[in-house]
C-alpha cells in the first residue's frame, strides 16, 4: 500500500526523486555521527572534545578564507580574518 502510494507521487511529479535521495543521504549521515559519537565516547570524553574542536576550527577557517561566514558572525570573522590567510578577490 505505501510503495504503490510512493510510486504514484514519483510518476505523477509531485515528489522528486531528488528530494528523496537527499533525505536518505541525510538520515544516514545523522546515524553515521551518532555511530561515531557512540564510538568516540567508548575510547576518551577528550577525544570527543578534540573531534568537536578540530571540526570547528575547520568551519571558522573555511569561513574565514572564503568570507562565507553566517551575518551574525560577521563582526568576529572581520576581527580575526586581517591575521588569518584570505582567498584573494578576483
Request: hydrophobic letters at 60%; charged letters at 10%.
Amino acid at each position: 500500500m505505501f510503495s504503490k502510494s510512493l510510486q504514484n507521487l514519483l510518476i505523477l511529479g509531485e515528489l522528486p526523486a531528488n528530494n528523496i535521495l537527499t533525505f536518505l543521504l541525510l538520515l544516514v549521515g545523522i546515524f553515521a555521527v551518532i555511530f561515531a559519537v557512540k564510538r568516540i565516547l567508548r575510547i576518551n570524553r577528550f577525544l570527543l572534545f578534540f573531534a568537536v574542536v578540530i571540526v570547528m576550527a575547520g568551519f571558522f577557517g573555511s569561513w574565514t578564507y572564503n568570507r562565507n561566514e553566517p551575518a551574525f558572525l560577521t563582526p568576529v570573522v572581520d576581527f580575526i580574518a586581517p591575521i588569518l590567510p584570505q582567498k584573494n578577490p578576483y
